[in-house]
């Protein structure tokens, strides 16, 4: 079979289609040139030189230069002779065409790329392939469908470079003599051009992901880029002697489009959602993490992970009326860490009575009744795993689950240093009977209405050395099956949680959330960086947690520090996770708690408007609701370096109102000490503590400018109605041609949501959520002239005021009214002409209301 031939039957995709998609998509060629285009990028192949060049068609400019590709030491560039064929382009990202060049050479083996382009999309899609002509197998460990030189000839003024890391790792917008070099995993964006004009961008990363990680490479020269992609594992993928082997599933993607530096990364985004099948859940409740809670150094709360004290944690919590705005998340954590055996690889419920961490006790002794029961209380069960720890008793049992199929195959590397961790390899997850022991693992589960699973230790599962019972598995391809296993066995509605990925973004569409800390319940300015700079990826490809939030530990200790902590936790991930329990709290942290409750759905993050400003951290974040609707977070990271002054702060600061010291595991708990540090820096497992206190300082930002040159991007030619919701105070109405400013308090952040005037009456912020709005309304405000009237629908709760404030725009209320709830009406600004709606549910539920207007003055 051919290779188009081999390409059509993998797609689906008809022959037909490919004539239909001739106006669209084309390709022509000459003896020496094949040439693939569409409206916005062209692709020259050179057939004689093995090289390729890519011409942005808005500006005629050559961004891409003498691009190669190769196949370990095999490259394109060294006397290989080229053959080319025309097949359709048709998967989950879209429609196209394809031209797959084939090179081959005497005693080498014959090199495969595939240069792809959709309709009306500017990226170029690419992946390798090899036929191994020889009579002995290859194993591929690396390739590289790119390398070559970006934008030459240019003088790259104000350039920057942003990483894709994942994980721990300490994303970040390089810039000055600091951009010179970058290599990371994923994906970069490399950007340049002065402030007021269009930026040149170039965004080179992994597309698709099954049995490869991908790495990328921007290195700025004189007046060029040098820059490649690549694909690697450390055991490699298995070609048999005479046979082809296929790298589709593994892609890339080059886009240079003149499209804004936002625009760009979002585009990227939503193709890597669609090119690995992202499917997200919707889970928007918020989760409790029992070992954060009762640790000492964490929550100091007694110890309730079993089944029976999450289900007292869920009553309690209840009691205090936290469920009347969002199920609870509760996750049972089975992480003994007894050694040589445990409940891992075990997994069932004889396993998980038998050991006091996370143990299932009676009455609720199985995951069926625990996870029944938890959802008839009003909870979403969770539970949690140590990946790939082993158990000795499971490997004596099952040796042929085992990688290498033996008891004792030492690491090549020494032990996973996780509490007493192991000196040997685990479990093989390609194994058949391994495989089918999972299923059953999650078929139990499943009975309980587990809703999720968190993967702890998941280096434990990373099998460098090899030994999978599958002989054509790599690494990666091992290491995903651990996840895909989990996702297809509860469901695609379940958070099947990363903690920490080291190898990038390999799990996309087997995964929904990944982890960005290290073991932490505070916030500070560097977490709102790392997710914040990947907003593009949050909540389309992926959701971020960085970890726990615990009100006590928040930094200014008042309302201001707690309410920063909620909020950009709300802002910059997709989970949210609590290390205190809910009845333990203050009433005013509860109440401003419910206030990020529960999560939205929406496949979009809030911006980083000052990313690309030289600021270490970014301070402005923006949520475009709609062009005419914005909701704007100023975050005040402002400190200084003063260790009297810390000290004095921290004396003034009390401890917890609740220190319960019960006996844990036999180890009796110790009072943890107040931090002489107030902002330590993260990263990659490693805190380096500053001597730093936060201060009040100055923030704006423009409304009209670019959000490449750090404005919101605003109409100059409108007003805009500002409202800022902690505060609960009216900004002002400001022209779209001036800039938005605040003076905050040390550590204060500001959620004010921006609204264009209408002409007329509007709703401008609402009290019950700090997205004010656009998670409480079920029907937003509509203006019907002919009555004069404003109608909606909101979700209340039950005993809570409810407050809309409405914008009058020179209208008279005249009478107001709601089903199932009391409405009143007062004017608290007639010089501006602002009011607020208030309104008072007779029960939980959805309430329409509706605000009558005399004749406008």
Request: charged share 25%.
């Amino acid at each position: 079979m051919s290779i188009k031939n081999w390409i059509v039957a993998l797609s689906g995709a008809l022959l037909s289609s490919f004539t239909l998609l001739a106006d669209v998509v084309e390709i022509h060629a000459t003896d020496s040139e094949a040439v693939i285009e569409n409206e916005q990028v062209e692709v020259r192949i050179s057939l004689a030189a093995g090289t390729y060049s890519a011409i942005r068609k808005s500006d005629h400019s050559e961004a891409l230069s003498q691009a190669s590709w190769s196949v370990e030491d095999w490259h394109s560039t060294d006397g290989y002779t080229f053959e080319w064929e025309a097949a359709p382009l048709a998967d989950s990202v879209g429609q196209g065409k394809q031209i797959i060049l084939t090179g081959s050479k005497a005693d080498a083996p014959s090199l495969i790329l595939s240069l792809g382009l959709y309709e009306a999309e500017g990226f170029i899609a690419l992946y390798s392939g090899v036929v191994n002509t020889s009579s002995q197998p290859l194993q591929i460990k690396s390739f590289s469908p790119l390398t070559g030189t970006a934008y030459s000839g240019e003088a790259f003024e104000d350039f920057i470079l942003l990483d894709g890391e994942s994980g721990e790792y300490l994303t970040r917008v390089r810039t000055g003599d600091d951009a010179t070099e970058l290599s990371c995993f994923n994906n970069i964006l490399a950007s340049f051009g002065a402030k007021g004009a269009a930026k040149n961008n170039l965004l080179i990363g992994g597309l698709s992901y099954l049995d490869f990680m991908k790495s990328a490479q921007v290195k700025r020269m004189e007046q060029a880029l040098a820059i490649k992609l690549w694909g690697h594992d450390p055991v490699g993928k298995r070609v048999d002697p005479n046979s082809t082997r296929i790298l589709d599933q593994d892609r890339f993607y080059i886009d240079f489009s003149n499209v804004s530096r936002f625009g760009i990364l979002e585009n990227y985004g939503l193709a890597l959602k669609a090119a690995n099948h992202v499917k997200l859940d919707t889970l928007t409740a918020p989760g409790l993490n029992f070992w954060y809670c009762m640790f000492h150094i964490w929550g100091n709360d007694e110890f309730r992970n079993t089944s029976v004290g999450t289900l007292e944690a869920l009553q309690k919590a209840k009691e205090t009326g936290f469920l009347n705005y969002s199920p609870l998340a509760l996750r049972l954590e089975p992480d003994d860490y007894a050694v040589p055996n445990n409940q891992q690889g075990w997994w069932d419920d004889e396993h998980w009575r038998m050991y006091e961490s996370g143990k299932l006790e009676k009455p609720y002794d199985t995951i069926e009744k625990w996870g029944n029961e938890v959802q008839k209380q009003g909870g979403i069960p969770l539970i949690y795993s140590q990946t790939a720890r082993r158990s000795l008793d499971y490997a004596e049992a099952f040796p042929e689950h085992m990688l290498f199929n033996e008891v004792s195959r030492r690491r090549s590397k020494g032990k996973i240093d996780y509490h007493k961790g192991d000196l040997f390899w685990s479990y093989d997850f390609t194994d058949p009977g391994f495989i089918e022991h999972m299923e059953e693992v999650y078929s139990n589960l499943k009975k309980g209405g587990v809703r999720g699973i968190k993967f702890d230790y998941p280096d434990t599962g990373w099998a460098y050395d090899g030994g999978m019972e599958d002989p054509y598995a790599t690494t990666t391809r091992a290491y995903r099956k651990i996840y895909e296993l989990a996702y297809e066995g509860l469901g695609w509605n379940s958070d099947i949680h990363e903690r920490l990925p080291l190898h990038g973004d390999i799990c996309l569409g087997a995964i929904t959330t990944h982890r960005t800390e290290f073991d932490t319940d505070r916030y500070y300015p560097v977490m709102a960086r790392k997710c914040g700079l990947r907003w593009y990826k949050n909540r389309v490809a992926v959701k971020y947690v960085n970890d726990v939030i615990n009100p006590f530990h928040a930094f200014p200790f008042n309302s201001d520090g707690w309410r920063t902590m909620y909020t950009m936790t709300y802002l910059t991930n997709g989970r949210i996770e609590i290390g205190k329990y809910i009845e333990n709290m203050t009433d005013e942290m509860r109440h401003d708690l419910t206030r990020i409750i529960p999560l939205y759905t929406e496949e979009k993050s809030a911006k980083p408007i000052d990313a690309f400003s030289g600021k270490a951290y970014p301070q402005i974040f923006d949520f475009e609701v709609s062009p005419a609707w914005h909701l704007v977070a100023f975050y005040n990271t402002q400190i200084e370096r003063n260790k009297k002054k810390i000290q004095a702060q921290w004396d003034t600061i009390p401890r917890e109102p609740v220190t319960i010291e019960p006996e844990t595991q036999g180890k009796k708990k110790k009072k943890r000490p107040l931090p002489t540090t107030a902002w330590p820096v993260t990263g990659r497992g490693l805190r380096e503590a500053a001597q730093t206190l936060p201060i009040a300082s100055t923030i704006s930002v423009s409304l009209s400018d670019s959000n490449d040159d750090g404005g919101l991007g605003l109409d100059p030619d409108r007003e805009y109605y500002v409202y800022d919701f902690w505060n609960d105070a009216f900004v002002g109405k400001l022209s779209g041609k001036t800039e938005l400013e605040q003076t905050l308090r040390p550590g204060e952040t500001r959620m004010m949501s921006v609204h264009a005037v209408q002409p007329n009456p509007q709703f401008i912020s609402t009290d019950r959520h700090v997205m004010q709005g656009y998670v409480d309304f079920e029907k937003l405000p509509e203006w019907k002239a002919e009555r004069q009237t404003l109608t909606a629908r909101s979700k209340l709760i039950l005993d809570e005021v409810y407050t809309v404030t409405l914008a009058l725009n020179g209208y008279e209320v005249d009478s107001v009214s709601a089903s199932g709830a009391t409405a009143e009406f007062q004017l608290v600004d007639a010089a501006q002409g602002i009011g607020k709606l208030t309104l008072l549910a007779l029960q939980n539920g959805v309430v329409e209301w509706t605000v009558n207007f005399k004749d406008k003055k």
